[in-house]
């Protein structure tokens, strides 16, 4: 069956990195995203990964392993606004999403 | 980047009626919108993918008959929950993709629709 998994909840203090991790099985694959989630608030997108390697995005950079079934979210300098749910999503071969639970991230002074 | 709109964003309404929850591309045509459910501290659940100009196609589990999508325009799609219940109450989301300018994949997502059914 198709799978998403990733941590449910993180914690990390103001000013430092954190790196969320997420591993996926699906039929086919065609590209790993990452959405941010405010509470009461639709989805963002953050990244979006399809070949083998890091992508860095300002503050933010994601990772990327086929071979593993393994991507990580990378959040350095964190800000209180961080505080959010990550959302792992994998695109099978119909181009359809498998979303994660999402990991919520809370971010202390 | 491409701006999806949903409106309403919050509604109530009684046991019983019907709600109708619009989802528009502002700037670029969307032959296909995505409709999806989440309750509280979980994540989105695909409903159905909506083309334009012909059915949706539902998800196991989601009621055709219950959750009505009509994708009638390139910009426009709605979804209207029949004869609502308390337990449908939830954050209804629409994405789109812009497939006119280079699939990239990204999805584009509407505000979100909060649903409380008396």
């Known amino acids: 069956g198709q799978n998403i998994d990733q941590p449910t909840e993180m914690t990390a203090t103001e000013g430092a990195i954190v790196q969320i991790n997420c591993t996926y099985q699906?039929?086919?694959?065609?590209?790993l995203f990452w959405y941010q989630q405010h509470a009461g608030e639709a989805p963002t997108f953050l990244s979006y990964?399809?070949l083998d390697g890091l992508e860095e995005k300002g503050r933010f950079s994601s990772f990327l392993s086929r071979s593993k079934g393994y991507s990580y979210l990378l959040l350095k300098e964190l800000q209180m606004k961080d505080s959010a749910s990550y959302l792992c999503?994998?695109?099978?071969?119909?181009?359809?999403?498998?979303w994660g639970a999402g990991t919520k991230l809370i971010i202390k002074p | 980047g491409a701006v999806v709109s949903q409106h309403p964003s919050w509604v109530i309404c009684k046991s019983g009626t019907s709600v109708k929850i619009e989802c528009r591309s502002l700037?670029?045509?969307?032959?296909?919108m995505f409709w999806y459910r989440q309750f509280p501290k979980q994540s989105l659940m695909l409903m159905a993918t909506?083309?334009?100009?012909?059915?949706?196609?539902?998800e196991q589990g989601v009621e055709k008959d219950k959750f009505l999508i009509n994708h009638a325009s390139l910009t426009l799609s709605t979804l209207t929950v029949t004869s609502a219940h308390p337990e449908d109450s939830s954050f209804y989301i629409c994405?789109?993709?812009?497939?006119?300018?280079?699939?990239?994949?990204?999805?584009?997502f509407g505000e979100g629709s909060r649903l409380t059914v008396l």
């Open positions: 999503a994998a695109m099978d071969s119909n181009y359809q999403l498998i």
């Open positions: 700037d670029f045509q969307a032959t296909t």
């Open positions: 909506s083309n334009e100009g012909s059915k949706a196609t539902y």
């Open positions: 699906t039929s086919g694959f065609n590209g």
């Open positions: 994405s789109a993709r812009d497939t006119t300018s280079g699939d990239t994949g990204e999805l584009f």
């Open positions: 990964n399809v």
